[in-house]
């Protein structure tokens, strides 16, 4: 079992920055692949990120490309996600989850664990 915990959600105008973070706690943080995912009101999730074990692949959502990065620090067994240039539309609940693949596509179902969200709203 692993569990995440989101947190750095808030109130933010457009333009503006946010620093997400993920802390996990449970089994080996190191050997999952983590993503971040968001869903706005009325919308189904969708995919915004995702990291290998290593850090060293990532990839991105193009509605964030350039915007946003995902990082990891395994020593501390948390997962970022620094948002740049904010815009109203990124608004939403953002959700950190975990999975066993080592490269992990954008699809919801390929994630075993889930966090329980931390709140994005943009204002403009």
């Known amino acids: 079992q692993v569990q995440l915990v989101e947190s750095g959600g808030g109130l933010v105008q457009a333009g503006g920055s946010l620093r997400l973070s993920c802390a996990a706690s449970?089994?080996?943080?190191?050997?999952?692949?983590m993503g971040w995912f968001r869903q706005a009101p009325g919308k189904e999730r969708e995919f915004v990120a995702a990291?290998?074990?290593?850090?060293?692949?990532?990839y991105y959502a193009d509605s964030v490309k350039g915007r946003f990065t995902i990082s990891r620090d395994n020593a501390k067994n948390t997962v970022y996600l620094q948002m740049n240039s904010l815009k109203p539309e990124d608004t939403a609940v953002y959700y950190c989850a975990a999975t066993s693949l080592a490269l992990p596509g954008p699809g919801n179902d390929e994630y075993d664990y889930w966090g329980q969200g931390t709140q994005v709203t943009v204002s403009s």
């Open positions: 990291i290998s074990w290593s850090g060293g692949s990532t």
């Open positions: 449970g089994r080996t943080f190191s050997s999952y692949a």
